[in-house]
């Protein structure tokens, strides 16, 4: 399944992911470009169940979208699905893409926030993939996130990939913090035939979109780390390994399986991605510790392109060195600014934050006091929905400040509230 390109706009501020992705669906269908802050204050007038819960309801979303492709009532409506299973939901959204070719909005990272699935790949589709399973297994899935990795550089545009695995049991699926009638429900909205072509798909006997091959009752099976690299494993390091004494992958390991994984995957075969890729090579990774789950460590293994700008990164499991995600700049002249910061830059962004208020305190601070955590941390929250974009912890006392890795200070981070 070819990867539809489509325009991507970035959500203004925290809040407006769900308002963002219906911006992106609307310039697709041609249907104009739609102000993101008018999008979202008609988004949250909708009636919901719920709503003081959500910043962009589901249904709120699908009844703009509605509102603005078809004012004549004449075409088809995007419909809201809601599933228990996230085989079943990714089976519609993959069926509708793939017959209709038109991308669906989802919502991910446990109910906190919205993307648009753009594209899939299946086995058959990559050539010399050596991945487990049949040609038609689907591998993974694409995306577009509102979310900028790259703050700096706003008119950076970067497309999405991850893996099936990652997909089903760390971001589609919601577990039960949803409110009302979504509560443990994975949720999608995709866009129907019109009415024209229901009677022509009525005609051929065919009424539900093709299906992909999502793995429901079989384990997921996927290509882990060969065996040649195993003596690579580290020594356990103070203050990273947790309780558990489970032993995280050396980085040489890191970057030789990134390198295997961008070549077996074949990125660098999507159209808008083969000059960004051509003649890429494997950056140092950088170690992160997920705060909300236990054992939760990953790498950010960056890309770079001959220029050595960074180009792509690529998000790597720390245990099992498996492939979960990744974010590629899809203009081969733009670049990632990803780079990690050292004691004194935090503590200098720290500084320059608090003498331009940016962030208030109403207490002392003293710099020589400060104590900065070496390890990388990052967990879903409204200050980062990517885990491209980890936080510094700078403690003084009881009293913490979450620097993330753009340079941008938050006094605390914000958890629990869906559709940002």
Sequence with gaps: MPVLNIKRFQQKNACTCGAACAQMILYFLKKGRYNQA???????????????????????????????????????NFKLYKD??????????????????????????TGDHWIVVNGYHTKSEIRNATMAGGPD????????DPINIDVPNPKLFTQGNIDLHRWLHGYIFNRYRLPGIFKGKCVAICDPLSEDEKDEESEKGEKEP??????????????????????????PLENVIPASGKKIVHPKTVV???????????????KFLKK??????????????????????????PLHNPKTD???LVMMGAYRCEYRESSFATNPKMKISFKPLN?????????????????????PISMSKLSVQKQLVWKNCLESHSPFLPFYVVSLGIHKFYIRIDKVVFRKLTTNISGA
């Design 343 to 363: 004691k004194k830059d935090i503590i200098n962004v720290l500084k320059e934050a608090l003498e331009k208020n940016k962030i208030k305190v109403n207490f």
């Design 276 to 301: 960004s890729l051509y003649n890429n090579y494997t950056g140092k990774p950088v170690l992160v510790k997920q705060l909300n789950r236990k054992n939760g460590f990953y790498y950010i293994v």
């Design 84 to 109: 228990k299973s996230g085989e079943n939901l990714t089976n519609k959204i993959t069926g509708f893409i793939s017959r209709f070719k038109v991308p669906c909005i989802a919502l991910v990272e």
């Design 210 to 235: 093709a299906e992909s091959n999502v793995p429901s009752k079989q384990p997921y099976q996927s290509f882990y780390m060969p065996r040649k690299y195993q003596p690579f494993i580290q020594k």
């Design 256 to 270: 030789k399986y990134t390198s295997h994984v961008v070549k077996d995957r074949g990125f660098g075969q999507v």
């Design 137 to 144: 297994q689907l591998i993974d899935l694409w995306y577009n």
């Design 38 to 76: 008018d999008l979202f204050n008609e988004i949250r007038a909708v009636k919901a169940r719920n709503k003081d819960q959500w910043l962009s309801s589901p249904q709120g979303i699908t009844k703009v979208l509605n509102k603005h492709k078809s004012p004549d009532k004449k075409a088809g």
């Design 310 to 312: 960074v180009c792509a």
